[in-house]
């Protein structure tokens, strides 16, 4: 594929399985991490023993400034970005009326000013005809309680994916992928062994995904063979809504 990839939150998780995939395909790859710096040194090792290029660039995405100098670090060492993926996110399970004025910005901006600040920078940094790919959540469709706010991030993706699609041009396509519950840390913090299974039982193959499942349709749409798809939320499972 030889483009050049930022994937953001690619020290652990679903964006590092993203990462090393996309990498085995012959794309460069810019491993974004906030805090995790031995991760994603780890995740940057582990692609250049399997014969891949990448480095890793510190940013918090919620910062503007940061994310400013992520894109330019990216362009000095690699002379363009391709692709973007907007993976970094947060998630604080609670019921609406316990979360605090923290959490609600914590997650806001993260998941949505964060997603915010990538797509500015893309709308003049990224190359033509690149591929935009933003993460939202199929808690978006499932109501399910102590997931309000997160959904509610999750929702604003979505919607400026789909206008975002429609404003950026130069053949640029931006999509979105809605995972259901996935086998990582993320999504297993603070889970009962009980809510986990209640969950799996919702999907049309009894079991969490696995990173590698999502890695899968994000390796496709990061691909020119996915051009003609743009402005969409794709739902990825496993029939779960």
């Keep these: 594929m030889n483009k050049v990839v930022i994937v953001t939150g690619a020290s652990r998780g679903i964006g590092k399985e993203i990462a090393v995939l996309l990498a085995k395909n012959g794309d460069k790859i810019v491993v974004n991490y906030a805090n995790s710096e031995k991760e994603a040194k780890n995740t940057v090792e582990q692609i250049k023993k399997e014969g891949g290029a990448a480095i890793a660039i510190q940013a918090d995405v919620s910062n503007k400034k940061q994310v400013t100098s992520l894109f330019d670090k990216a362009m000095e060492h690699y002379g363009q970005v391709d692709v973007l993926i907007n993976n ?79 404003e950026i041009g130069r053949g640029i396509s931006v999509n979105a992928i809605a995972p259901g519950p996935t086998n990582t840390e993320l999504f297993l913090n603070g889970k009962s062994e009980e809510f986990i299974k209640t969950l799996i039982r919702q999907n049309a193959f009894d079991r969490l995904a696995e990173p590698s499942d999502i890695a899968k349709v994000v390796l496709f749409l990061a691909s020119d063979q996915s051009k003609w798809i743009s402005g969409q939320v794709i739902g990825v499972n496993g029939a779960m809504v």
């Design 88 to 166: 970094a996110g947060i998630m604080i399970n609670k019921p609406l009326a316990e979360n605090t004025e923290a959490d609600f910005i914590k997650q806001f901006d993260i998941n949505v000013k964060g997603t915010f600040n990538t797509l500015q920078e893309a709308f003049f940094k990224l190359s033509d005809n690149g591929i935009i790919i933003n993460l939202s959540s199929s808690t978006v469709k499932l109501m399910l309680p102590s997931y309000a706010l997160y959904s509610a991030s999750k929702a604003a993706v979505e919607q400026m994916t789909r206008v975002f699609s429609k």
